[in-house]
């Protein structure tokens, strides 16, 4: 059974930064896009970045320009720098990788890590 490994969340002040990481416990074949999201307290979970297989990306306008999401295939890590963060950027994070097989769709999740923004 894969795992999405999930770190780097923790405190941060204000304008601060963090680099989140979510690693796979081994290469996942038929893979196509990977994706991090946020859940705030009290909210439901939204998307905030991805990135697809041939490196694509795309944001969410409320991180777009302070936010990176990249990948590294060899390592099975897909990351995310947040900068210039604020308390509305305090959540939960999951990183999402999806794709599919000849057998079906695949749709994995983290544990999540925890990103607090003190103010």
């Known amino acids: 059974q894969v795992q999405l490994v999930e770190s780097g969340g923790g405190l941060v002040q204000a304008g601060g930064s963090l680099r989140l990481s979510c690693a796979a416990s081994?290469?996942?074949?038929?893979?196509?896009?990977m994706a991090w999201y946020r859940q705030a307290p009290g909210k439901q979970r939204e998307l905030v970045a991805t990135?697809?297989?041939?490196?694509?990306?795309n944001y969410d306008d409320s991180v777009k320009g302070r936010c990176t999401i990249s990948r590294d295939n060899a390592q099975n890590t897909v990351y995310l720098q947040l900068n210039s963060l604020n308390p509305e950027d305090t959540g939960v994070y999951y990183c999402?990788?999806?794709?599919?097989?000849?057998?079906?769709?695949?749709?994995?999740w983290g544990q999540g890590t925890q990103v607090t923004v003190s103010s």
């Open positions: 999402n990788w999806v794709g599919s097989t000849y057998f079906g769709r695949l749709d994995y």
């Open positions: 081994r290469n996942i074949v038929g893979i196509n896009a």
């Open positions: 990135i697809s297989y041939s490196g694509t990306t």
